[in-house]
């Protein structure tokens, strides 16, 4: 390369790096003031807020709750984008993701409702939205004592969010988001790979794998193979690349709804590789 044209390049690419600096602050300056102008629209007095790394919180826990939920979002972030094989100059979102999590359950349709433009489902703890430039997602408690608090929700929202924007919202089975979700905060809290694999390892010499994704499974087996299964997949090297799994779900015309057995063939592997490689894994140590 000429010498004399090096300047020239240099600066082309300093110039490139500082448009797209000046642009992810806007879009950061832009969230800032959307989480802002939604939390006083909330009209909520008891409502906090705090930031993060990666994620900008309002809520109506107390301060030290909403900075101890901060801190475990960001690890459960950071162990989510790295089971999914994020790229480093590809982050899941420009900028920051807005949490908004709710102490009272009222408080969390009224969010739904006013600012997702929607009535809530009965039953439902979270919600998120991952489309423009300012991506939310938003939690709060369920009905009973033995329900997940807000701060449970909120990172298993958290996980979903990721979980969507790694297959550019691909519609995924209940199963890998609840399993994914579980599985990631497992691995965020440190829990040895002896604690995750307790349950399901009960359950081995009664059931097959696939019948996590089959009717033949009571609920509270699925729910237990379920987070097995995707702590397999995506923190146990079950497929070579997580995102073909889940590309493997896309409909197409040939098939609009796609199975998990699908999901395996994208991944150039047939259910019983699966099994087998799945059992040896959930005896291991690893």
């Known amino acids: 390369m000429p010498r004399r044209t090096r300047p020239c390049i240099l600066i082309a690419c300093l110039l490139i790096f500082s448009t797209h600096t000046r642009a992810d602050d806007a879009t950061l300056a832009k969230q800032r003031q959307t989480a802002d102008a939604i939390a006083k629209s909330l009209q909520l007095s008891s409502i906090v807020t705090n930031e993060t790394k990666n994620l900008i919180h309002c809520g109506t826990l107390t301060d030290a709750r909403l900075k101890g939920l901060g ?5 459960q972030y950071a162990t989510g984008v790295k089971a999914l094989q994020f790229a480093s100059d590809d982050p899941p979102w420009t900028g920051k993701l807005a949490v908004y999590v709710f102490a009272d359950r009222a408080d969390f349709r009224s969010f739904v ?3 997702e433009k929607r009535s809530p489902d009965d039953a439902e703890l979270g919600t998120y ?3 423009g430039d300012t991506p939310h997602l938003a939690a709060g408690p369920g009905k009973g004592k033995d329900a997940p608090t807000p701060e449970v ?8 969010v990721l979980l969507a924007a790694r297959a550019r919202n691909v519609p995924l089975p209940e199963w890998v988001v609840t399993g994914f979700a579980k599985a990631t905060t497992a691995h965020a809290a440190g829990t040895s790979s002896g604690v995750r694999k307790r349950s399901a ?4 010499t009664r059931f097959k794998v696939s019948e996590v994704w089959s009717d033949t499974a009571p609920a509270e087996v699925k729910q237990v193979l379920a987070v097995s ?5 995506f923190y146990g090297k079950g497929v070579p690349k997580p995102v ?6 896309r409909p197409d015309d040939e098939k609009p709804m796609k199975t998990a057995t699908d999901a395996l063939s994208a991944t150039q592997l047939t259910p019983e590789q699966f099994e087998i490689a799945y059992r040896r894994w959930l005896l291991s140590n690893n």
Do not use: I
């Open 71 to 75: 801190a475990t979002l960001e690890k």
């Open 113 to 115: 409702r006013q600012v």
């Open 129 to 131: 939205r991952l489309s």
């Open 153 to 160: 929700q909120a990172g298993h929202q958290l996980a979903a």
């Open 201 to 204: 390892r009960a359950l081995a």
């Open 229 to 233: 299964v995707a702590d397999f997949v």
């Open 244 to 249: 073909d799994f889940l590309n493997g779900f």
